[in-house]
């Protein structure tokens, strides 16, 4: 039993917590202080003398040699060389006065004087030689160059060799005591922390035993109850402090929270069966939809077409000739067909997706090359601007089918190419023996499908995004699914957006004729690639 609250224990344990963090970080700066105090001579001294001593280096071999450039330029073009050397001069004058700025040892002073002088007799020898070479006099200018001018710029270059040693080896002295210095500070740090992490260990220890356990414990039994799992362990409720209290608490709670729970679970399923049901009827209804106005499109064209054409035959009653009359019979003929087909569509569609296949489905051994026949006479019959061409063979195709099914998925394939095609534009029917499939494929040159469409392609009203301003259902291609299925075959399409499409099906033949001679084995199915 413990009389203190969570409260008063975890107000100790932050107390001890920030006292020692404080501790440790006085300490720490106290350390810092020190190291901090020799690596300053590296930091204000020792390196801006290095740069500075550096510049006084680099400066000075220029401006020997901008002397040297000058004596070998035409008098007349010393101008630029002249310039050149006013400007090293000022620049050597700044690096001396940054360096005159620093606190410098004795010693270091001592070089320093002693270059300043013989640069300032260097200087004066310079200035001579200048003043010889403009007046003409440059062989006398050149004799001074390589005896007093040298002698001059050698004895501060001396110096400055001296000063450059001597600050190299006082900042390598003052680098290896602040090196000394942090090694010793860190040393220290990494006791104190230690001992810190020793007692943070410790502190933890008592929270993770006597507070954050019981409390995970508690979390624990909590999340079992929301699991709806009643079968709990509730340690603590003899203590006294507040985790005792949230212990009884959650005692009380298990027998109220499983009720609430399995209400919740309850209403939670029947909600989400509800929308679930929403989602499936707003999605049906909105499908729905689409293909009535879809269906009345297809029903509206053919019916205006034949009540235009029924009006003129009879205006023109009279004085229409045989000619007349004829064409305009096939006008009507070819929207009666058009609306035939899309009735069949419809009840085949209506009859095949409702499960009652088996009552349409009436096969029989068929030749499949009177078939394609027969829709491509149909087809150029109700649309002479067609142009179907067809390579069947001589031999015949034969299958076990449904010869009215089978009609109208090669129908539907052959009115989607006209449809979706260009008028006069070419479309090819080809069928051939494959192994013991018969392949038929049906190809065309227009719009094609977009390659992202073609995965749900023969999915119920689904049709290409780019075929949005030409009526249509969307049932034709799910339909052509469906009966080669019926068939225990299938189907495919290879298609290029604005180049064609060719959908080739497959349906199992009744024999397999494998002879070289055949007139079978020189035939294939067609496909893009042929073009």
Not at 511 to 521: G, I, L, M, Q, T
Request: hydrophobic share 40%.
């Amino acid at each position: 039993m413990r009389a203190r609250s969570l409260k008063s224990v975890l107000s100790l344990v932050f107390l001890f917590f920030f006292l020692l963090i404080v501790a440790l970080g006085l300490f720490s700066i106290e350390r810092l202080r020190e190291f901090n105090g020799i690596s300053a001579d590296v930091r204000d001294i020792w390196l801006p003398s290095t740069r500075f001593v550096g510049d006084l280096n680099n400066f000075t071999s220029d401006f020997r040699a901008a002397e040297g450039r000058y004596l070998l330029s035409p008098r007349q073009e010393s101008g630029p060389g002249r310039k050149e050397i006013e400007g090293l001069g000022k620049a050597v004058t700044q690096a001396q006065t940054g360096y005159e700025s620093l606190r410098q040892a004795p010693s270091a002073a001592a070089l320093y004087a002693k270059f300043k002088e013989n640069w300032t007799v260097y200087r004066e020898v310079v200035g001579r030689v200048l003043q010889l070479h403009e007046a003409g006099r440059t062989s006398e200018a050149v004799n001074l160059y390589r005896t007093t001018s040298q002698s001059a710029y050698d004895a501060s270059s001396d110096a400055l060799d001296g000063i450059t040693r001597l600050n190299i080896e006082s900042a390598i002295a003052a680098s290896n005591a602040a090196d000394t210095a942090y090694r010793h500070s860190r040393a220290l740090i990494i006791l104190a922390m230690s001992i810190a992490v020793v007692l943070v260990m410790g502190a933890l220890f008592y929270v993770k035993r006597f507070i954050s356990t019981p409390l995970l414990e508690l979390a624990a039994g909590m999340r079992k109850l929301a699991r709806n799992d009643a079968d709990i362990e509730i340690r603590g409720a003899d203590r006294i402090d507040e985790i005792g209290e949230m212990a009884r608490a959650l005692s009380v709670f298990r027998t109220n929270a499983i009720e609430l729970m399995l209400s919740q679970r309850s209403l939670s399923q029947q909600a989400s069966m509800l929308e679930e049901r929403l989602a499936e009827e707003q999605r049906l209804s909105q499908l729905r939809q689409d293909f009535v106005s879809m269906a009345s499109h297809e029903f509206r064209t053919p019916l205006t077409v034949i009540d235009g054409q029924a009006q003129r035959l009879a205006k023109t009653s009279k004085d229409a000739t045989s000619a007349d009359i004829v064409e305009r019979a096939g006008k009507i003929r070819k929207a009666v067909f058009r609306m035939t087909t899309v009735i069949d569509k419809l009840l085949n569609f209506s009859s095949l997706v409702e499960g009652k296949a088996e009552l349409y489905f009436h096969p029989a051994e068929t030749d499949l090359r009177g078939v394609l026949e027969e829709v491509c006479n149909v087809h150029r019959e109700v649309a002479p601007q067609a142009n179907i061409s067809q390579r069947l063979g001589t031999s015949p195709l034969p299958v076990f089918g449904d010869v009215k099914l089978l009609f109208q998925m090669f129908g539907n394939l052959i009115s989607n190419a006209l449809k979706y095609s260009p008028d006069g534009s070419s479309i090819e029917v080809i069928a051939a023996t494959e192994g013991d499939k018969i392949a038929v494929s049906v190809r065309d040159r227009g719009m094609g499908i977009p390659q992202r469409d073609l995965a749900n392609i023969f999915d119920r009203y689904t049709r290409g995004s780019n075929a949005s301003g030409i009526v249509g259902t969307g049932v034709g291609l799910y339909l052509v699914k469906i009966v080669a299925e019926l068939h225990n075959g299938s189907v495919v399409v290879d298609s290029i957006e604005d180049e064609g499409s060719c959908f080739t099906v497959r349906l199992p033949s009744l024999r397999v004729d494998n002879h070289p001679n055949s007139p079978e084995a020189n035939l294939r199915p067609a496909t893009l690639g042929d073009r």
